[in-house]
């Protein structure tokens, strides 16, 4: 393997990878565009230094394969740091099998295979952006009741409607109790899962709030 294989494979994952890292990066998730581009390029990385190491020697194809499976179990723990889990809610699971798909991308640009690697980031995109959105529309509208500890404040209750509003969530109903200086808030609304993920995720970073349930 010559040195302008290499470069090509590397500016490949940086392309593919890219192009991934930007549909992340403008849905505002955790692992955006460096992130991925980065995951992709270093499993290339680690694919092409196996070819490396094994030019010329007498070792086996497993032991290929042995360092690729190494990239696909170490890249589980970058994943599991997009996980976010707060006051009993799980958020990023989509980001984390992203970059576990975008390592696997990157073994494939690695081993030289292009014509599969652009296919294979297509079908990501693919199920990220135009899935997302059948998804949205026909799949997952469920209706959520949410079950709301805060600190008593006068304006929650209306910081928490300006949140709903923006993120284009509607109430059924919303009940509400004092007890001390605890404020116990109760409200249900139908949504798609993304858009109950996004309204979730905004209310975990409102000033005053204690404990979130969801059923």
């Not at 992130?35 to 290929?64: K, P, R, V």
């Not at 081993?111 to 693919?126: E, N, P």
């Given at each position: 393997?010559?040195?302008a294989e290499?470069?090509?494979?590397?500016?490949?994952a940086?392309?593919?990878?890219?192009?991934?890292?930007?549909e992340r990066?403008?849905?505002?998730?955790?692992a955006?565009?460096?992130?991925?581009?980065?995951?992709?390029l270093?499993?290339?990385?680690?694919?092409?230094l196996?070819?490396?190491?094994?030019?010329?020697?007498?070792?086996?194809?497993?032991?290929?394969?042995?360092?690729a499976?190494?990239?696909?179990?170490?890249?589980?723990?970058?994943?599991?740091?997009?996980?976010i889990?707060?006051?009993?809610?799980?958020?990023?699971?989509t980001?984390?099998?992203?970059l576990w798909?975008?390592?696997?991308?990157?073994?494939?640009i690695g081993s030289?295979?292009?014509?599969?690697?652009?296919?294979?980031?297509?079908?990501?995109i693919?199920?990220?952006?135009i899935?997302?959105?059948?998804?949205s529309?026909?799949?997952?509208?469920a209706?959520?009741?949410?079950?709301?500890k805060?600190?008593?404040?006068?304006?929650?209750l209306?910081?928490?409607k300006?949140?709903?509003?923006?993120?284009?969530?509607?109430?059924?109903?919303i009940?509400?109790?004092e007890?001390?200086?605890?404020?116990?808030?109760?409200?249900?609304?139908?949504?798609a899962?993304?858009?109950?993920?996004?309204f979730k995720?905004?209310?975990?970073?409102?000033?005053?709030?204690?404990?979130?349930?969801?059923d």
């Amino acid at each position: 393997m010559d040195i302008a294989e290499i470069t090509l494979k590397l500016i490949l994952a940086v392309a593919l990878g890219g192009l991934i890292g930007f549909e992340r990066e403008s849905s505002q998730k955790p692992a955006g565009f460096r992130t991925n581009i980065l995951i992709c390029l270093g499993a290339t990385m680690m694919m092409i230094l196996s070819q490396l190491l094994l030019q010329g020697s007498e070792a086996s194809s497993s032991d290929m394969t042995r360092i690729a499976a190494g990239v696909i179990t170490g890249i589980g723990f970058i994943g599991a740091g997009t996980v976010i889990q707060a006051k009993g809610i799980v958020i990023g699971l989509t980001s984390a099998a992203t970059l576990w798909a975008v390592a696997g991308l990157g073994l494939v640009i690695g081993s030289g295979y292009y014509l599969i690697a652009i296919i294979f980031t297509g079908i990501i995109i693919l199920t990220l952006v135009i899935f997302r959105q059948l998804e949205s529309q026909y799949l997952k509208r469920a209706l959520y009741h949410y079950h709301l500890k805060t600190k008593y404040s006068r304006d929650i209750l209306l910081n928490i409607k300006k949140l709903a509003l923006h993120e284009g969530i509607k109430f059924k109903e919303i009940s509400h109790k004092e007890e001390g200086n605890i404020y116990t808030i109760d409200f249900s609304f139908p949504a798609a899962e993304d858009k109950e993920q996004k309204f979730k995720w905004s209310l975990l970073n409102l000033d005053g709030i204690l404990e979130i349930k969801i059923d």
